[in-house]
T-cell receptor, first 112, second 113 residues
Framework: NAGVTQTPKFQVLKTGQSMTLQCAQDMNHEYMSWYRQDPGMGLRLIHYSVGAGITDQGEVPNGYNVSRSTTEDFPLRLLSAAPSQTSVYFC???????????FGDGTRLSIL | QQQVKQSPQSLIVQKGGISIINCAYENTAFDYFPWYQQFPGKGPALLIAIRPDVSEKKEGRFTISFNKSAKQFSLHIMDSQPGDSATYFCAASLRQGAQKLVFGQGTRLTINP
């Protein structure tokens, strides 16, 4: 049982480049979320989805896009990377509302 | 705006001692309060959670104490072990929005052998 799988684990980008962080879960969870983790700030919600075809913004959505075409996948897109987006990104999923979230092991992203 | 404030930022405890981490929240509509444990290179993992209808919840060596009137909750780790060394995050959310967690800043806990 793989749980929540994030790829890649590490990535270095140049300012202005675009990329997609992948997140997949094999638990048939309806809810999926993206967080970023920065020192001294805990984790902050970027975007979330309550099911296929439904997404919404979290606390820090600017500079990021998401889509949810299938239950399993929830990719996070950076259209034009900025140094302020250097962070560790975590994807999480939960079966339904009110259920605990399961986190992936993160993608460490550096933008030069 | 930091809706959940966590302290201390770092904590060193001797093996066998009690580790205490505190959190305070602002939104009185929050009604789900989980604690997550994170090891280096890994994602956070749910440790224990509480809802405001109880003042305390215990699971093994881990206990959450909850004070609704003060809008505070804390994690107590009894008989702390070196394997407990990790970063701990408190969080809060609305019960019907449990996917929208608001996290505290985190506490790096070190248990000295």
């Amino acid at each position: 049982n793989a749980g929540v799988t994030q790829t890649p684990k590490f990535q270095v980008l140049k300012t202005g480049q675009s990329m997609t962080l992948q997140c997949a879960q094999d638990m048939n969870h309806e809810y999926m979320s993206w967080y970023r983790q920065d020192p001294g700030m805990g984790l902050r919600l970027i975007h979330y989805s309550v099911g296929a075809g439904i997404t919404d913004q979290g606390e820090v959505p600017n500079g990021y896009n998401v889509s949810r075409s299938t239950t399993e996948d929830f990719p996070l897109r950076l259209l034009s990377a900025a140094p302020s987006q250097t962070s560790v990104y975590f994807c999480a999923s939960s079966l339904t509302q009110g259920q605990p979230q399961h986190f992936g092991d993160g993608t460490r992203l550096s933008i030069l | 705006q930091q809706q959940v404030k966590q302290s201390p930022q770092s904590l060193i405890v001797q093996k066998g001692g009690i580790s205490i981490i505190n959190c305070a929240y602002e939104n009185t509509a929050f009604d789900y309060f989980p604690w997550y444990q994170q090891f280096p290179g890994k994602g956070p993992a749910l440790l224990i959670a509480i809802r405001p209808d109880v003042s305390e919840k215990k699971e093994g060596r881990f206990t959450i104490s909850f004070n609704k009137s003060a809008k505070q909750f804390s994690l107590h780790i009894m008989d702390s072990q070196p394997g407990d060394s990790a970063t701990y995050f408190c969080a809060a959310s609305l019960r019907q929005g449990a996917q929208k967690l608001v996290f505290g800043q985190g506490t790096r806990l070190t248990i000295n052998p």
